[in-house]
């Protein structure tokens, strides 16, 4: 018997995060360890009227392309997929990770270039999300390898990821829109501000968000979500930071991250685990050094670290920057291969100011948006 909360996750998936019409063509790109997730995501979308593809991932796949393949393989892009990029309507994407450590070992200059190798994709997806051409959503399907990511039991785990998602069960879809009405608040008054200022302990910050515009992240991209994002000027960011959690990108951790910033860009970075990989990504092309977006954390539901981005960049207490790639709908105009978020918490000591006004305090926001 399917658990009531898959069935009520593919549910909000399809007709809350992407609003499945009648005729769309819609992408499921789903890990076969989520086989019962994509399996209700696949008869949802059938009922709404969509014409779904399903494109399953093996586990370990991955590592057999990075362990065999020749550059020129790694560089390779089917055509079939560059097709869907550029004409689906939707895509749901589903992760569900068997081996959370897989591509541990892999050679960062390999992933460097697959990374390389996509920016064209990435670019085409950038530019259709943020014409509204293309709908889309991720969500994660809890697995043992997540749960002992995140020192929980299986079911523990289960009740994490399904309470984040689902923090009213009984009405999913009216949650989500109450929340969206919350944050859009916050949206607002950010609107038209000029400069953010961010300190504390080992971080202090300075960028602009002039002429920029939030992006109200309430589960329509994401599932779960809560953040207000937007794409700082991308030659503003000054100061230095110090990540509270391990960076964890392609499979790669790397854990004491501590970035430098002169006119926008990363001219320093250390790190107390695998800097040599901090080092190669920061350099994969000329946009990998700026920043592509800042974030506010705002999912009261997710209040601890598990190493899983989805989650964790959602902290409420926290905001997150990533290096790379920003979305067009922003204003951003910093484009690259990679997108790497890094967490740092700000429920110790730490404050936003906007324009000179205090909005944060110790993971607070000091003005009532309720």
């Known amino acids: 018997m399917t658990d009531q909360r898959i069935e009520k996750l593919a549910d909000l998936l399809v007709n809350y995060s992407v609003e499945v019409k009648p005729g769309d063509k819609v992408l499921i790109d789903g890990d076969t360890t989520a086989g019962t997730l994509v399996s209700e995501v ?50 749901i994407a589903i992760a569900a990770e068997e081996n959370t450590k897989a591509l541990s070992s892999v050679d960062p200059a390999k992933m460097v270039l697959r990374s390389q190798a996509r920016t064209e994709l ?11 051409e293309l709908r889309w959503t991720v969500t994660m399907f ?32 009216g949650y989500w829109r109450r929340f969206s009405a919350w944050q859009q608040k916050i949206v607002e008054w950010l609107k038209e501000k000029d400069r953010i200022h ?51 990108y392609g499979g790669r951790e790397v854990t004491g991250a501590r970035l430098w910033f002169e006119g926008g860009r990363v001219v320093k970075a250390t790190a107390d685990k695998n800097e040599d990989f901090l080092q190669k990504t920061l350099d994969t092309d000329e946009g990998s050094r700026r920043v592509g977006e800042f974030a506010i954390g705002t999912n009261e539901g997710i209040t601890r670290f598990t190493k899983q981005i989805l989650f964790d960049e959602k902290i409420n207490g ?18 690259s291969a990679i997108h790497w978020d890094l967490i740092c918490d700000l429920r110790q000591g730490g404050e936003i100011l906007v324009d000179d006004e205090l909005l944060y305090k110790d993971g607070r926001f000091v003005i009532n948006f309720k």
Do not use: W
Not at 68 to 84: N, T, Y
Not at 122 to 132: C, D, P
Not at 166 to 172: E, I, Q, R
Not at 318 to 335: C, D, I, K, R, V
């Open 42 to 91: 696949y008869t949802r979308v059938l009922q709404a009227g969509g014409n779904p593809l399903v494109i399953p991932r093996l586990a370990g796949i991955d590592e057999m392309l990075f362990r065999h393949a020749s550059d020129e393989q790694l560089q390779h892009i089917p055509e079939p997929l560059k097709l869907i990029m550029e004409t689906y309507d939707v895509r």
């Open 122 to 132: 990435m670019q085409t997806f950038m530019r259709r999300s943020a014409t509204g």
């Open 318 to 335: 926290s905001f997150h920057m990533a290096l790379g790639a920003g979305y067009p709908e922003t204003g951003s105009q910093n484009q």
């Open 198 to 248: 961010i300190v504390s302990p080992e971080t202090d910050l300075h960028l602009s968000i002039a002429g920029r515009t939030f992006i109200n992240c309430d589960g329509t991209k994401n599932m779960p979500d809560g953040e207000v994002f937007t794409g700082p000027v991308e030659d503003s960011m000054e100061g230095h930071v110090s990540f509270s959690y391990p960076a964890i």
């Open 142 to 173: 809890p697995t043992n390898a997540c749960a002992q990511d995140a020192e929980m039991s299986l079911s523990e785990y289960e009740d994490f990821v399904y309470g984040a998602c689902l923090p009213d069960m009984d009405d999913p879809i």
